[in-house]
C-alpha cells in the first residue's frame, strides 16, 4: 500500500536540505557585517555590497522615474527657452528656487545625473558576479538528493516489486523525456529545469543597461532642426539654414549628414463631408534630394509618419500652411518686394496669419526712405458674414485681410524679432479719408491702394504652400528600443518561468521490497511543483507499480498523489 506524505520545508540553512535548496537564484547572499570590527576597507565593501543589491537598484530607478516629472511638467531650456522665460516671469517667486534645483534642466543637472550614474553602477555591479554565477551553475550539474526528501514541500513515496536500478533508470529516462537537466548522483536521480527563468532576469538587468546607455548617447549626440520651406526654395544642411536648432553637449557640426532638398510640390486633401468633414486624409511633399556635395537628384515623397531617411538623420513632415504671393510697388510704380509669404495657421480649418515687411529700396510720395509693414489675416475658404475664421483647409475661396502701416520697423536696432510678428511701436498706420485704419480683404488678383499715392500692395493669383520639416539625429534608438523588447522579454520570463528541482530516489527497503521517493523544490512556493510531481509520480508508477505494505493484505495499490505542503498555494 502506498504511503504518501506532505512535510514542510524546512527554514533556510538547515543541514539536511545541504546543496538542494541552494542556488536555484543567482542572487548572492548577504551576511550582517560585523560592525564592531569594520573598518575603512570593511565599511567600503558593506556600501559596495548596498550599492549593487537589488532593493537599492530598484530604489534608484523609482527615484529616476520620478526625477523624470518634473522634466516633463515644468519647461526645459533645451526644449524652448521661450515658454522658460515666460515662466520666470509669470512665476517670480517659484523660478529662482527651481533655478537652485535645476529643475528648468533636469536631464543635466547634477542630482539626476548622480542618481543616473548610480544605477548605471548598481546594476553593472549587480549583474556581473550573478552571471559569473549562473555560468558556473549551467555548467555543473543539479546537486544531489538531500538526506531526508520528506522534508521538501513536495513528497510522495510508494513500494514496487521493480529493482531500484530500473526505477532510477525509467526515471532518469522520465525526466530527461520531459527537458529536466537529470543526471544518477548516488542512488538518487537528481534534475533540474527553468533555467530561462534566471537567463530571463540577467536579460531583464542587462536590457537596463543597454536602454540606460542608448539614452544616455542619445542625450549627448542628438540634434534636432525645424525648416519651413516655402514650394520651390530648397534646403542644406547645415547649422545656418534651420530656423530653430538644438543638439546634444557632445554633438558637432561634422556630425551633420551632407545632403540638399527642394520642395517641389505638396498635397493635401481633406475630407469633404460627414463629422470628420475638414480633417486631413493625406499630407505629401515632393522632394528632389541630394546626398553629399557631387551626388545625382533623386526624387522622392515625404508623408506623415514617412520621413526621408539620410545617414543618421531622418526628414520628417511636421507641419503645413499657406504662402499667398504679394506684390508692393511705390508711388512710382516701382517693386519693391515681390515674394511668397509663409503666414502660420491658427485653427484646423488653416486661418493663417503672419507679417509683411518691406525694409529696403522703399520711398514714400515726398521720396523718403520708410518701411512698409503689413498685418496679414488669410482665410482659405472664406464665407460671407463670418471674417474671423475659415471655413475650410483647403482654396475654396481665398481671401486676404491686410492692414497697412509706415514707419520703422525696428529691424535696425539689432534686437533680434520674429518674422511672423509686426512690431508697430514705431509704425504709423495708414488712414483713409475718414481717418479710419486702411484695412481690405483681397481676393487673388486684386490690389490695395495705398493713400496718399503712397503705392499700391497686390495679392497675386498665385497661392504657393510651404511645409514645415523637422531633421532629427537620434543616435542609439535602435540600441534602446532593442534593449525595451529584450526587458519585455526578460520579464515575461522571470514572471511566468519557474526553476525547480525534483529528486527520485530508489533502495531497498528492510523487507527486500524497493521504496521509491519523489520530492520537488521550486524557488517559491507554488502549485505548480505539487502537480508537476504528482504527474511524474503517475508516470513512474505506470512503469514501477506499487506492491502492497506488509500489513495490507488487499491487492489494489492506491496510485501515488502529490499535495501541497502546509502554507503553499492550493
Excluded at 545617414?311 to 508692393?328: F, R
Excluded at 533502495?507 to 510531481?533: I, Q
Aim: net charge negative; aromatic share 10%; with cysteine.
Amino acid at each position: 500500500m502506498s504511503n504518501t506524505t506532505d512535510k514542510a520545508a524546512p527554514a533556510a540553512g538547515e543541514d539536511d536540505l545541504g546543496a538542494a535548496g541552494s542556488q536555484l537564484s543567482t542572487a548572492p547572499t548577504e551576511d550582517a557585517p560585523n560592525l564592531p570590527s569594520l573598518g575603512v576597507i570593511g565599511w567600503a565593501r558593506w556600501f559596495w555590497r548596498q550599492l549593487t543589491s537589488m532593493r537599492v537598484a530598484l530604489l534608484l530607478l523609482l527615484l529616476l522615474s520620478l526625477g523624470a516629472i518634473p522634466g516633463s511638467l515644468i519647461p526645459q531650456t533645451s526644449v524652448d527657452e521661450t515658454k522658460v522665460a515666460e515662466f520666470r516671469k509669470a512665476h517670480e517667486t517659484l523660478a529662482p528656487i527651481y533655478d537652485k534645483l535645476g529643475l528648468f534642466h533636469v536631464y543635466s543637472s547634477v542630482w539626476f545625473s548622480a542618481i543616473y550614474i548610480l544605477l548605471f553602477i548598481s546594476l553593472i555591479g549587480c549583474i556581473v558576479p550573478r552571471t559569473w554565477q549562473f555560468v558556473g551553475q549551467l555548467r555543473g550539474r543539479p546537486p544531489a538528493a538531500p538526506k531526508r526528501l520528506t522534508r521538501l514541500p513536495a513528497y510522495t513515496t510508494w513500494r514496487t516489486g521493480a529493482a531500484p536500478e530500473q526505477v532510477r533508470a525509467s526515471a532518469l529516462a522520465l525526466l530527461s523525456k520531459r527537458r529536466f537537466r537529470a543526471h544518477l548522483a548516488g542512488d538518487a536521480v537528481a534534475a533540474e529545469k527553468g533555467y530561462l527563468r534566471e537567463v530571463g532576469n540577467l536579460a531583464f538587468h542587462i536590457a537596463l543597461i543597454v536602454m540606460l546607455i542608448a539614452f544616455a548617447w542619445g542625450q549627448l549626440f542628438k540634434s534636432e532642426g525645424n525648416k519651413l520651406i516655402v514650394e520651390g526654395d530648397g534646403f542644406s544642411n547645415t547649422l545656418t539654414q534651420y530656423d530653430d536648432f538644438k543638439s546634444g553637449s557632445l554633438f558637432s557640426q561634422d556630425d551633420l549628414d551632407p545632403f540638399s532638398f527642394t520642395l517641389k510640390d505638396f498635397k493635401g486633401t481633406y475630407e469633404a463631408t460627414g463629422p470628420n468633414r475638414g480633417t486631413p486624409r493625406t499630407y505629401e511633399a515632393d522632394l528632389d534630394y541630394s546626398v553629399g556635395a557631387d551626388g545625382k537628384d533623386e526624387k522622392t515623397t515625404v508623408k506623415v509618419n514617412e520621413p526621408l531617411e539620410i545617414g543618421d538623420s531622418k526628414v520628417y513632415l511636421v507641419s503645413h500652411g499657406y504662402a499667398p504671393v504679394i506684390t508692393i510697388r511705390d508711388g512710382k510704380g516701382n517693386v519693391v518686394y515681390r515674394d511668397a509669404v509663409p503666414l502660420l495657421p491658427l485653427d484646423g480649418n488653416v486661418t493663417s496669419t503672419g507679417a509683411i515687411k518691406v525694409m529696403d529700396g522703399y520711398r514714400n510720395a515726398k521720396g523718403e526712405r520708410e518701411q512698409l509693414g503689413f498685418q496679414a489675416f488669410f482665410l482659405p475658404s472664406y464665407v460671407k458674414g463670418n471674417e474671423l475664421a475659415s471655413q475650410f483647409p483647403a482654396l475654396r475661396n481665398p481671401v486676404l485681410n491686410l492692414e497697412a502701416y509706415h514707419g520703422d520697423l525696428g529691424v535696425d536696432a539689432g534686437i533680434p524679432q520674429s518674422v511672423y510678428q509686426l512690431n508697430k511701436k514705431n509704425l504709423t498706420g495708414f488712414k483713409d479719408a475718414k481717418g479710419a485704419q486702411v484695412r481690405e480683404n483681397l481676393k487673388p488678383g486684386e490690389s490695395m491702394k495705398l493713400p496718399n499715392g503712397a503705392g499700391t500692395v497686390t495679392f497675386e493669383k498665385e497661392i504657393k504652400e510651404w511645409a514645415g520639416f523637422q531633421v532629427a539625429r537620434q543616435p542609439g534608438s535602435g540600441w534602446a528600443l532593442a534593449g525595451s523588447l529584450a526587458a519585455i522579454f526578460g520579464l515575461a520570463a522571470s514572471l511566468f518561468i519557474q526553476r525547480r528541482r525534483v529528486w527520485v530516489r530508489a533502495t531497498t527497503g528492510a523487507d527486500g521490497v524497493t521504496v521509491v521517493e519523489m520530492a520537488g523544490l521550486g524557488r517559491s512556493e507554488s502549485a505548480k511543483v505539487p502537480e508537476e510531481l504528482g504527474d511524474l509520480a503517475g508516470i513512474l508508477y505506470d512503469q514501477a507499480p506499487g506492491a502492497p505494505d506488509p500489513e495490507d493484505d488487499s491487492s489494489d495499490t492506491p496510485d501515488p498523489q502529490v499535495v501541497p505542503a502546509e502554507g503553499a498555494e492550493k
